[in-house]
């Protein structure tokens, strides 16, 4: 029976997001019941793609990712699968009415990363858009499920979100990007001399849109509310543990916040939010 499937479907995605990030997975957990799938089903379908251009450097990744596309699209046309997270995400399209515009937009930010980059200041805003702007609006879309007008009054805090969820990612990884990858996300700034200088400017657009994102996550539905504040606060965690060290640091390691931390923000979270002081 297609049910048995779709809850393999639903599993993999479930066990993909708690391979990968424990707080995506704490955030998730503490959603209302009928949003998780959808949320563990958009996560899962972008890092598949985010493994053939990190992971995959002994394969033709352009061309995985190329069929990863066909595959998907095909898919949400069917509305069937035989690969367990893109049936999974083609559903999700298809019941929040998911604009292809955003999918096409990932996919080409993952395509970008193929290649050797030299970011100016518009390759990055688009490289952001494709690669975090557009799954926050995916994630709205299931969040206001079906209210438009809810929808736009939300979708600008919600790519803020995204960007500045993405931004602190760059900076954690930065050296491993940089040597690993040859990849120079940050617009007119030289890593083999990146400097307090060049690190303050990018924390302060961060924090910018960490503090208009806020305002946003305190206006989402209840059915998800919550959660997203949860990541939130890990992220914000995140960048100001950064933010304390020199450059030379971040470029010789990578900052992260324990999972004890983790849980420990997790209670403190759930009494803010439970006390309404976010």
């Not at 790519?159 to 930065?174: H, P, T």
Request: a neutral charge.
């Amino acid at each position: 029976m297609k049910e048995r499937f779709d809850t393999l479907s639903a599993t993999c995605c479930r066990e993909t997001t708690r391979l990968y990030s424990t707080s995506f997975s704490l955030g998730i957990f503490f959603f209302k019941k009928e949003v998780r799938h959808p949320i563990h089903a958009i996560y899962g379908f972008a890092r598949l793609a985010d493994e053939i251009v990190d992971s995959f450097h002994e394969y033709p990744k352009s061309l995985m990712l190329a069929e990863l596309s066909e595959d998907c699209f095909t898919a949400i046309e069917r509305g069937i699968s035989i690969n367990p997270v893109i049936n999974s995400f083609q559903q999700v399209v298809n019941k929040y009415g998911i604009d292809h515009s955003l999918i096409r937009q990932f996919l080409n930010s993952m395509e970008m990363d193929l290649g050797e980059q030299a970011y100016t200041t518009e390759k990055y805003e688009e490289y952001i858009m494709g690669s975090a702007q557009v799954i926050g609006l995916m994630c709205l879309h299931v969040f206001t499920n079906g209210n438009r007008e809810e929808f736009e009054r939300l979708k600008l805090p919600a790519m803020k979100l995204g960007s500045a969820f993405q931004k602190v990612n760059f900076l954690r990884d930065i050296n491993a990007d940089y040597q690993d990858l040859n990849r120079t996300y940050f617009p007119d700034v030289n890593l083999s001399a990146f400097s307090d200088e060049n690190k303050k400017a990018i924390e302060q657009d961060i924090l910018k849109e960490l503090n208009e994102a806020l305002n946003g996550i305190r206006q989402l539905p209840r059915s998800c509310r919550k959660g997203v504040y949860l990541a939130y606060v890990y992220y914000r965690q995140l960048f100001r543990k950064i933010s304390r060290v020199p450059a030379e640091r971040v470029m010789s390691e990578r900052i992260r916040v324990s999972n004890g931390h983790k849980f420990w923000l997790m209670f403190d979270s759930l009494v803010r939010y439970k006390l309404n002081v976010l």
